[in-house]
């Protein structure tokens, strides 16, 4: 979205005939200490002479305004002073080494247009001119001209420094204006950038000394944790440590803990050989945990799961974080990224990118000392982060979500490291039976073409449908390039009728080679148990995401199909998927348990709406779809006739078409949709859907309500909020948006909801072992015996109030087994 990096690997047309235009000079103003440099002139600007004009000249002046700058007290101009063909520089500037003009010189590092040379080589006499304090680099080109350096991704919002004269000019780039106008939600990141760029100007911001303990003797590692526990004990507030580890494959290559924003010690286990001896490193893993076990010692971390799976595994601590810079960040803007750069370039007070110093986790480092230190920013860094992080979810008024979002670290990692025991002879057997489907299906494919087909060759497959047989190319909607993927294949399917039947057999096979690959053939940990990591900061909706564990095992447990070879609506040739569940199952003496919310996302827009007769249908458990289906068609009969099995029965097969429609109809217009939409996706007209939908509404005017207050906080609140304390801000432009944020809501209370019950489960109920979250549902085990004691008290834990006016209780039921969860 942004202008093409020189250095960024994609095709690239170089305008070797460029002929400039009108030349566009800066404007000086001799007496400001800031010069803003940009890229290169537009169409604009050509017209009018100065640079930065039009649309993006004024998101620059409104955004320098919005922290307290004016573009008027400041010098601006460009890399390159003439418009570029298509106003994109990067045909001017290329990092090939062959076919270039003879006369593009090279200059810091990339081969250039004439005219670029002669650019760059005019704003180093601009600074030479008017020695601003700050220089403001706008998009890549302006950083490369500055600094020498690529990559406005990596590298905004840094301190960085010209090599003209580094003491008296600090550089901050960001985001081109222009980037920022195609994606929107780039503009707040801009905005802190210049902020940065502001406090800058305001005093000095000083570079961090930092004072790190590298290389240290056992007895010097165990002497500074001694000292950390001494803290703890003496001091009344709680002793805050940073602590984080570099690994080699997947071995613990040093542990660094930091107790301030600039010192820390690097304890180095294992590079090319062992640091410490067996009985030095044991008693440095019994001091370790000694200080993960102190009351008083809080630990922050970043994507702290992955480490506290390390220590688990090699120390034999079991330790999450208090606080996880990255679920703290998902707790505050769900929208943002969340790596340890980009938090540092927006909390900390002094910014230099630096997680380049460490590419290859693969091999042991070249440089150790580098390695080590590397180690140790990292640590000073996250510890900065937390407390900038500490002071925003006060200020924000977002503790509840904060806090919590934190708490869940503990029984998540509970359930990572616990794992899953799996059925091997049944696993075994699942795979033995989708390879012969597979194979079955190969060789039809084979015997239609009379080739040998590798359906997972793009080329071989674009030939046989666009050459061999002379099927119009179809192209991939985002990439817009001839594709022979799966929506690609439908398309034609439905445009060769005979070659439908040959296609559904690729498609087959695509399917089930994933069911191998995926689940079937995950790897098993060392003790044979399934296993992943969660990442609680994985959605926009707190709901986890699921993936291999931090050694590579296991896989996304929370898509884990449950098949179709059980669904009695399955049709006769509709491909047969396994029950993957079934190879998960219970420890010798446990029960399984598969406990799930009814209908959970329906109870929050009921709740919402305050909607009193769709809480009647749901609490009285009459048919749903036929009730809406009454609203949306207006049929002729009462919610009291819906109470007798007998005309409930009947009124399905009267009104079955009306019903089945209600189902997409009144769920898509919940969630936002509008006449046109559930037009095309109902199959009617769109009169007949705007009719429905004015039937709906009048039938349940909260809903609409509903509509109309999400609408209102989006465009003059920019951020919508939950009943359990989530909030999700919208940085993008919220046109077309309405949607997306009506969803967000149930969805999001019910990812909540799941999870309070989950902590409250592994708080108060020590004798449930919960396996798995599953979006919204739990898997766990019990001892069998206690089954029966156990079953109303998991029940009663996963009650929670949702503070509706009229609160809302989630109703849910749990389903056991002996044999798999499959079987639940």
Same mark, same amino acid.
């Given at each position: 979205?942004?202008?093409?990096?020189?250095?960024?690997a994609?095709p690239?047309?170089?305008?070797?005939h460029?002929?400039?235009?009108?030349k566009?000079?800066a404007?000086?103003n001799?007496?400001?200490?800031?010069?803003?440099?940009?890229?290169a002139?537009?169409?604009?600007?050509?017209?009018?002479?100065?640079?930065?004009?039009?649309?993006?000249? =004024?998101l620059?002046? !409104?955004?320098?305004r919005?922290?307290?700058?004016?573009r008027?007290?400041?010098?601006?101009?460009?890399v390159?002073?003439y418009?570029?063909k298509?106003?994109?520089?990067?045909?001017?500037i290329?990092?090939?080494?062959?076919?270039?003009?003879?006369?593009?010189?090279?200059?810091?590092?990339?081969?250039?247009?004439?005219?670029?040379a002669?650019g760059?080589?005019e704003? +180093?006499q601009?600074?030479? %001119?008017?020695?601003?304090?700050l220089?403001?680099?706008?998009?890549?080109?302006?950083?490369?001209?500055l600094?020498?350096?690529?990559?406005i991704m990596k590298?905004?919002?840094?301190? /960085?420094s010209?090599?003209?004269n580094?003491?008296?000019?600090t550089?901050?780039?960001?985001?081109?204006?222009?980037?920022?106008l195609?994606?929107?939600?780039?503009?707040?990141?801009?905005?802190?950038?210049?902020r940065?760029? !502001?406090?800058?100007?305001?005093?000095?911001?000083?570079?961090p000394?930092?004072?790190?303990q590298?290389?240290p003797?056992?007895?010097?590692?165990?002497? +500074?944790?001694?000292w950390?526990?001494?803290?703890?004990?003496k001091?009344?507030?709680?002793?805050?440590l940073?602590?984080?580890?570099?690994t080699?494959?997947?071995?613990?290559?040093?542990?660094?803990?930091?107790?301030?924003s600039?010192?820390?010690?690097?304890?180095?286990?294992?590079?090319?050989?062992?640091?410490?001896?067996?009985?030095?490193e044991?008693?440095?893993?019994m001091?370790f +945990?000694?200080?993960?076990?102190?009351?008083?010692?809080?630990?922050?971390?970043?994507?702290?799961l992955?480490?506290?799976?390390?220590?688990a595994?090699?120390?034999?601590?079991f330790?999450?974080?208090?606080?996880?810079?990255?679920?703290?960040?998902?707790s505050?803007f769900?929208?943002l990224?969340k790596?340890?750069?980009?938090l540092?370039? *927006?909390?900390?007070?002094?910014?230099?990118?630096?997680?380049?110093?460490l590419?290859?986790? $693969?091999?042991a480092?070249?440089?150790?000392?580098?390695?080590?230190?590397y180690?140790?920013?990292?640590?000073?860094?996250?510890?900065e982060?937390?407390?900038?992080?500490m002071?925003?979810k006060?200020?924000?008024?977002l503790?509840?979500?904060?806090?919590?979002?934190?708490? *869940?670290? @503990?029984p998540?990692?509970?359930?990572?490291?616990?794992?899953?025991r799996v059925?091997?002879?049944h696993? $075994?057997?699942?795979?033995?039976r989708? =390879?012969?489907?597979?194979?079955?299906?190969q060789?039809y494919?084979n015997?239609?073409?009379?080739?040998?087909i590798n359906?997972?060759?793009p080329?071989?497959?674009?030939?046989?449908?666009?050459?061999?047989?002379?099927?119009?190319?179809?192209?991939?909607?985002?990439?817009?390039?001839?594709?022979?993927?799966?929506?690609?294949?439908? !398309?034609?399917?439905?445009?060769e009728?005979?070659?439908?039947?040959?296609?559904r057999?690729?498609r087959? *096979?695509?399917?089930?080679?994933?069911?191998?690959?995926t689940?079937? @053939?995950?790897?098993l940990?060392?003790?044979?148990?399934?296993r992943?990591?969660?990442?609680?900061?994985?959605?926009?909706?707190? @709901?986890?995401?699921?993936?291999s564990n931090a050694?590579?095992?296991?896989t996304?447990?929370?898509?884990?199909?449950?098949?179709?070879?059980d669904d009695?609506?399955?049709?006769?040739?509709e491909?047969?998927l396994?029950n993957?569940?079934?190879?998960l199952?219970?420890d010798?003496g446990?029960? *399984?348990f598969d406990?799930d919310?009814?209908?959970?996302?329906?109870?929050?827009?009921?709740a919402?709406?305050?909607?009193?007769?769709?809480?009647?249908?749901?609490?009285?458990?009459?048919d %749903?779809? /036929?009730?809406?289906?009454?609203?949306?068609? @207006?049929?002729?009969?009462?919610? =009291?006739?819906?109470?007798?099995?007998?005309?409930?029965?009947k009124?399905? $097969?009267q009104?079955? !078409?009306?019903?089945q429609l209600?189902?997409?109809?009144?769920h898509?217009?919940?969630?936002g949709?509008?006449a046109?939409?559930?037009?095309?996706?109902?199959?009617?007209?769109?009169?007949?859907?705007?009719a429905?939908?004015?039937a709906?509404? =009048?039938?349940?005017p909260?809903?609409h309500?509903w509509?109309?207050?999400?609408?209102?906080?989006?465009?003059?609140?920019?951020?919508?909020?939950?009943?359990?304390?989530?909030?999700?801000?919208f940085?993008?432009?919220t046109?077309?948006?309405?949607?997306e944020?009506?969803a967000?809501?149930?969805?999001s209370t019910v990812a909540?909801?799941?999870?309070?019950?989950?902590?409250?489960?592994?708080?108060?109920?020590?004798?449930?072992?919960?396996? /798995?979250?599953?979006?919204?549902?739990l898997?766990?085990?019990?001892?069998?015996? +206690?089954?029966?004691?156990?079953?109303?008290?998991i029940?009663?834990q996963s009650?929670?109030?949702?503070?509706?006016?009229?609160?809302?209780?989630i109703?849910?039921?749990?389903?056991?087994?002996?044999?798999?969860?499959?079987?639940?």
């Open positions: 979205m942004e202008r093409r990096s020189p250095s960024m994609k690239q047309v170089l305008d070797t460029f002929k400039p235009g009108k566009i000079n404007q000086i001799h007496t400001s200490p800031i010069l803003i440099v940009g890229e002139p537009g169409g604009v600007e050509e017209t009018l002479g100065y640079p930065f004009a039009g649309p993006s000249g =004024d620059l002046e !409104k955004a320098l919005e922290v307290g700058l004016s008027s007290l400041c010098s601006v101009t460009n390159v002073k418009r570029p298509g106003n994109d520089v990067t045909t001017l290329t990092d090939r080494k062959k076919d270039v003009p003879e006369d593009w010189p090279e200059v810091l590092g990339l081969r250039v247009h004439p005219i670029v002669e760059v080589q704003l +180093r601009e600074i030479d %001119i008017l020695q601003p304090k220089i403001i680099a706008l998009g890549n080109t302006a950083l490369w001209a600094t020498g350096m690529t990559g590298w905004r919002g840094s301190m /960085l010209t090599d003209m580094p003491e008296a000019h550089v901050i780039p960001t985001y081109h204006p222009s980037a920022v195609r994606q929107w939600s780039w503009r707040n990141i801009m905005v802190q950038d210049l940065r760029a !502001k406090d800058l100007i305001d005093g000095p911001v000083e570079k000394e930092y004072k790190f590298l290389f003797k056992a007895r010097e590692a165990i002497e +500074r944790m001694d950390l526990i001494d803290r703890a004990n001091e009344l507030d709680p002793v805050w940073s602590i984080d580890i570099e080699i494959r997947h071995h613990l290559a040093c542990t660094g803990i930091a107790w301030s600039t010192e820390a010690i690097c304890i180095p286990i294992f590079t090319r050989s062992n640091y410490y001896d067996i009985e030095e044991l008693a440095i893993i001091k +945990r000694e200080l993960c076990k102190h009351p008083n010692i809080k630990i922050i971390g970043q994507n702290y992955y480490d506290a799976q390390y220590f595994k090699f120390w034999g601590v330790r999450p974080a208090d606080h996880d810079t990255m679920i703290s960040n998902h505050l769900v929208e990224p790596a340890l750069d980009f540092a370039s *927006m909390y900390c007070e002094h910014y230099i990118y630096w997680k380049d110093d590419k290859d986790y $693969k091999s480092p070249t440089d150790d000392r580098k390695f080590f230190h180690n140790c920013e990292d640590c000073c860094r996250t510890y982060v937390a407390m900038r992080q002071d925003a006060r200020s924000m008024n503790e509840q979500i904060h806090d919590f979002q934190q708490s *869940m670290s @503990r998540v990692l509970r359930a990572m490291l616990r794992g899953v059925n091997k002879a696993r $075994k057997a699942s795979d033995q989708i =390879d012969q489907e597979i194979i079955t299906r060789e494919v015997f239609v073409f009379g080739q040998e359906i997972r060759s080329k071989q497959m674009q030939q046989l449908f666009f050459e061999d047989f002379g099927v119009l190319p179809t192209k991939n909607r985002k990439t817009g390039n001839v594709s022979v993927d799966d929506e690609s294949l439908d !398309k034609i399917a439905r445009r009728i005979l070659l439908s039947p040959v296609i057999r690729i087959e *096979m695509r399917s089930l080679g994933i069911f191998l690959s689940f079937l @053939r995950a790897p940990d060392t003790d044979e148990r399934m992943c990591s969660y990442n609680i900061a994985g959605t926009d909706t707190y @709901r986890l995401s699921s993936s050694f590579g095992s296991g996304n447990l929370q898509n884990f199909s449950k098949g179709n070879e009695p609506d399955r049709g006769v040739d491909l047969m396994p993957l569940r079934r190879d199952i219970p010798p446990y029960i *399984m406990m919310l009814d209908r959970a996302d329906l109870q929050v827009v009921v919402e709406a305050d909607d009193e007769e769709l809480r009647i249908v749901m609490t009285e458990g009459l %749903i779809h /036929l009730a809406n289906a009454r609203a949306v068609f @207006r049929l002729p009969f009462s919610l =009291d006739d819906l109470r007798d099995p007998v005309f409930e029965k009124a399905k $097969k009104f079955g !078409k009306q019903r209600a189902k997409s109809f009144c898509g217009t919940n969630y949709g509008g046109r939409t559930m037009a095309i996706t109902c199959g009617i007209t769109v009169a007949e859907s705007e429905a939908q004015r709906w509404f =009048d039938a349940h909260g809903i309500d509509h109309r207050r999400v609408e209102y906080a989006l465009k003059h609140l920019g951020f919508i909020e939950n009943k359990l304390g989530g909030r999700r801000y940085f993008d432009r046109d077309g948006l309405l949607p944020a009506l967000w809501i149930p969805q909540l909801y799941i999870n309070y019950a989950w902590r409250n489960i592994d708080r108060n109920l020590p004798e449930v072992q919960i396996l /798995l979250q599953t979006h919204d549902s898997t766990g085990q019990v001892p069998i015996h +206690r089954k029966e004691e156990l079953e109303p008290l029940l009663e009650r929670i109030i949702i503070p509706y006016p009229k609160e809302l209780v109703p849910a039921s749990a389903g056991w087994s002996l044999q798999s969860w499959g079987d639940c």
